[in-house]
């Protein structure tokens, strides 16, 4: 379980950073689930630094994919209203 909370956790980062946002909530689900996997696998002693590795990296990856996630949502919106408005710069 910890080898696979730490896959789970590099998976997830390298599909939040190179999927530009698009599919955030994909690394997102990966991630949550290298956490949980990670949690289960400190119960066991020969694997424990193991798998609070994968929890950290899951645990960035996680918090990484929903920022990114959200600043492509308000770059969408942005870039929205600036074609509605004809400006970028709104008042």
Avoid: R
């Avoid at 690394?27 to 590795?53: C, H, Q, R, S, Y």
């Amino acid at each position: 379980m910890a080898i696979a909370s730490l896959v789970l956790g590099i998976v997830a980062l390298l599909v939040t950073l190179f999927t530009a946002g698009v599919f955030g909530w994909v690394g997102a689900i990966i991630a949550i689930v290298g956490i949980v996997l990670g949690a289960l696998g400190t119960n066991e002693p020969e694997n424990e630094g193991i798998a609070k590795a994968g929890m950290i990296v899951s645990i960035v990856a996680l918090a990484l994919s929903i920022l990114i996630y959200v600043a492509c949502i308000a770059c969408v919106v942005g870039v929205g209203k600036a074609a509605t408005y004809g400006s970028l710069f709104i008042m």
